[in-house]
T-cell receptor, first 114, second 115 residues
Framework: AQSVTQLDSQVPVFEEAPVELRCNYS??????LFWYVQYPNQGLQLLLK??????LVKGINGFEAEFNKSQTSFHLRKPSVHISDTAEYFC????????????FGRGTSLIVHP | DAGVIQSPRHEVTEMGQEVTLRCKPI?????LFWYRQTMMRGLELLIY????????DSGMPEDRFSAKMPNASFSTLKIQPSEPRDSAVYFC?????????????FGEGSRLTVL
């Protein structure tokens, strides 16, 4: 069965600084990978996804993530954050050939300070 | 385009009362999922339906929880009787069955507080 570990529960950062949110997964088969964002009092919305092809994936709002199969990681990055990026970020994985129901990590709270 | 619609957005009730949460999936989506989000356990899948049929309810915590999907455009999650430990945000999500990616479309959630 697949599992996801988000190594940081909270990441504080100053506005305009770069940020990396870490995600590692475990699976015995090939996977699809996702990052979702949850703004306060809202539902989750898809930020980006890796299905195949280039291991560097670009998403909305200037975020990108890199799939590293050997390290089983899918870290999320942004070169310069804004106050409006303050939110909860969830990494998720679904296994190919199964039900494709994603398993979510516990989430990382990104807090951007002015 | 209308997304997944959940109601109520907020519910405060007393222990022992019945709670019904409602969800309207995106039109054309025939898979529907109920998740629960708490600080302690994160996002947990409670149950999911394909074509209105419950496929996996192994995540439903107890017999106090039940879910139905009487038609393609409506689902309910019922808790009877409710307990304080049921306090959480409950999310409904939908997708097209057979979507071989895993991407889900979430509603804005129903925040339940049981006193």
């Amino acid at each position: 069965a697949q599992s996801v570990t988000q190594l940081d529960s909270q990441v504080p950062v100053f506005e305009e600084a770069p940020v990396e949110l870490r995600c590692n997964y475990s699976s015995s088969v090939s996977v699809y990978l996702f990052w979702y964002v949850q703004y306060p009092n809202q539902g989750l919305q898809l930020l980006l996804k890796y299905l195949s092809g280039s291991t560097l994936v670009k998403g909305i709002n200037g975020f990108e993530a890199e799939f590293n199969k050997s390290q089983t990681s899918f870290h999320l990055r942004k070169p310069s954050v804004h106050i409006s990026d303050t939110a909860e970020y969830f990494c998720a994985v679904s296994e190919l050939g199964g039900s494709y129901i994603p398993t979510f990590g516990r989430g990382t709270s990104l807090i951007v300070h002015p | 385009d209308a997304g997944v619609i959940q109601s109520p957005r907020h519910e405060v009730t007393e222990m022992g009362q019945e709670v019904t949460l409602r969800c309207k999936p995106i039109s054309g989506h025939n898979s529907l999922f109920w998740y629960r989000q708490t600080m302690m356990r994160g996002l947990e899948l409670l149950i999911y339906f394909n074509n209105n049929v419950p496929i996996d309810d192994s995540g439903m915590p107890e017999d106090r929880f039940s879910a139905k999907m009487p038609n393609a455009s409506f689902s309910t999650l019922k808790i009877q009787p409710s307990e304080p430990r049921d306090s959480a945000v409950y999310f409904c999500a939908s997708r097209i069955q057979g979507s071989n990616t895993g991407e889900l479309f979430f509603g804005e959630g129903s925040r339940l507080t049981v006193l």
